[in-house]
């Protein structure tokens, strides 16, 4: 039976056929949500924790079951997608009108060589109990308060540092001119789209050179993971953007794995 055989009876009898043990962990699922009024505009996101790019298939799915004498309202997508390394990515978006009580369900899921990789699932206005695997259920008012809190809260505060209050998801800007200044507004942009929210400030810093030639050095606690030539074109920047984020990434892996080995020995 194809794959997407078994996404429509998933969705249409509230059935889970695929066990956990076949996600593997390395492509992360994920779907976001936006509340912009009556309309709720869902995205289909991958992450790719692994160090190398990765190939996969996708499918997405928004379903408003069929109230009594209506018609089921059903929005689907699928497709290939190369996920690089360190980076999450949107594979896509749809736009549905939910209104106060309506039940809507989203799921997303990854596939690799046909092996189910990666997957979410979430239900707005539904029914706690009711849905299989205790997907996200949310309800429309939660989802519009969700969404004011996240952009009060751009840049959270961490407590639980036993040292005292630890500043998470900081970047600093510290550029000298427009290019400079571009790339940094592009990075900081592609960091809240992967959710990096790291554990030490990122400093964007941008030094003079010979001419009218400038660097840009990324700066993680001293460590400067990047630096490169300043070009003012937008694809350039736009590129050396998303390098630096998977660069980024790839520290804070690395830290978190670091402290993870130190806690057991």
Do not use: C
Request: charge should be neutral; proline fraction near 2%; hydrophobic fraction near 35%.
């Amino acid at each position: 039976m194809r794959p997407y055989l078994f996404l429509s009876l998933f969705l249409l009898l509230s059935i889970s056929l695929f066990s956990q043990d076949e996600v593997t962990g390395d492509l992360q699922a994920k779907i976001d949500m936006q509340s912009q009024g009556t309309f709720t505009k869902f995205l289909a996101t991958a992450y790719n924790t692994t160090e190398i790019n990765k190939s996969i298939r996708y499918e997405f799915v928004v379903v408003q079951p069929a109230a009594e004498g209506g018609n089921q309202n059903r929005l689907e997508q699928s497709g290939f997608q190369v996920l690089p390394s360190g980076i999450k990515k949107v594979l896509s978006e749809q736009t549905m009108v939910i209104a106060q009580d309506q039940r809507t369900i989203a799921f997303l899921i990854l596939y690799q060589d046909d092996k189910v990789v990666g997957k979410d699932r979430v239900v707005i206005n539904g029914r706690n109990g009711n849905d299989a695997q205790q997907p996200v259920v949310i309800s429309k008012e939660a989802l519009q308060q969700q969404q004011k809190e996240a952009q009060r809260n751009i840049q959270d505060v961490d407590q639980s540092n036993s040292d005292g209050i630890t500043l998470r998801g900081m970047v600093v800007e510290d550029t000298k001119t427009k290019p400079g200044s571009d790339f940094y507004k592009e990075y900081y942009a592609q960091y809240l789209a992967n959710n990096i929210n790291g554990e030490q400030i990122v400093t964007i810093k941008e030094d003079l050179g010979m001419g009218s030639n400038t660097k840009i050095k990324v700066i993680i606690d001293q460590n400067v993971i990047m630096e490169f030539f300043v070009n003012p074109r937008a694809t350039y920047i736009e590129q050396m953007a998303g390098q630096a984020i998977m660069r980024t990434n790839q520290y804070f892996r690395n830290l978190r794995k670091n402290k993870t080995l130190q806690k057991r020995y």
